[in-house]
């Protein structure tokens, strides 16, 4: 029967069951009275009852109306919390969970500063980060373990949507004293590739991103460490003359925090354009939306 009952009669009816007056239905409803008697004729024919009747106080109910008056007053408040679902979200009140994607070299310039920020203004929003490297992310979002993820994409799935977030550089990282720094700080890549590298990846492959920049000039690098997280990094490199080619936010930080030196790398390579990364049904998802833009914002921040 709904394929052929106007869904919108009910809001009619609730109206005029709580204004019991077809004029002031009207200008709730923004409709003429016309409108509504025309509206209440349905209603009447669809259940074959008066529904309302005129007295000297308005429209009274019939005992069929007053039985269906709460029944269609939870269908108007269902109907109306399903549409306003978007607007009503409000992060400072919000109960929410969310998972995010992404390497692990994103952590601690991107989402440490995110994190400390929804402490405060979102403390309903639980945020569960998962390290993913490119395909595993968008195996991860396909089988929905994963909100968005953030990172460098070849290609992505016709039914993804996607947003730019940074770019990133390769910056050489090692400890302040090692012998790449003893002729002036500015090594030719020659000299860097001459030193065993230490590789984070998040898939526990012993190869990252600037191995496939690598491979296109013709060049390879000695392996002699690959780490899943950047947790032992600093010390690692600050007891030996590992060096490691990693991203400049994330080299940059450990450069402040941990008293390591960074040298640029001479090769020629366009920055890594980073982008966030989600199924096309969560675009016009208000929770979703206000997840990117926080992540986003961390990006332009960090």
């Avoid at 690692?236 to 402040?256: D, I, K, M, P, W």
Wanted: one cysteine or more.
């Amino acid at each position: 029967m709904l394929q052929t009952f106007d869904l919108n009669l009910f809001v009619v009816l609730h109206t005029l069951l709580e204004t019991r007056s077809v004029t002031r239905t009207g200008e709730r409803l923004g409709r003429t009275q016309s409108a509504i008697s025309n509206s209440l004729r349905r209603l009447r024919d669809q259940f074959d009852d008066p529904l309302l009747v005129r007295t000297p106080d308005g429209l009274s109910p019939t005992p069929l109306a007053s039985e269906l008056a709460p029944q269609v007053a939870e269908i108007v408040r269902g109907a109306t919390a399903c549409v306003a679902r978007e607007q009503a979200f409000d992060p400072t009140t919000a109960k929410a969970q969310f998972v995010v994607g992404a390497p692990d070299r994103f952590s601690l310039p991107v989402f440490l500063p995110l994190l400390e920020h929804l402490r405060s203004a979102a403390p309903g929003v639980s945020i569960t980060l998962r390290a993913t490297d490119r395909g595993y992310a968008v195996r991860m979002i396909e089988e929905e373990e994963v909100d968005v993820a953030i990172g460098w994409f070849d290609t992505l799935p016709a039914h993804f949507d996607k947003q730019f977030a940074f770019e990133d550089r390769f910056i050489c990282l090692g400890r302040e004293d090692h012998p790449l720094l003893a002729e002036g700080g500015r090594p030719q890549l020659e000299e860097i590739l001459s030193y065993p590298h230490l590789v984070v990846s998040s898939s526990g492959g012993r190869r990252a991103v600037f191995d496939t920049i690598l491979e296109r000039h013709g060049l390879t690098r000695t392996i002699a460490a690959t780490l899943t997280s950047f947790t032992i990094v600093p010390e690692l490199l600050e007891q030996s003359n590992l060096v490691g080619v990693f991203t400049h936010r994330t080299a940059e930080y450990f450069a402040r925090r941990f008293g390591l030196a960074t040298v640029p790398v001479p090769l020629e390579v366009t920055p890594i354009a980073n982008q966030l990364v989600w199924h096309r049904r969560y675009s016009a998802d208000g929770p979703h939306s206000w997840l990117r833009q926080e992540i986003l914002r961390a990006c332009a921040q960090s």
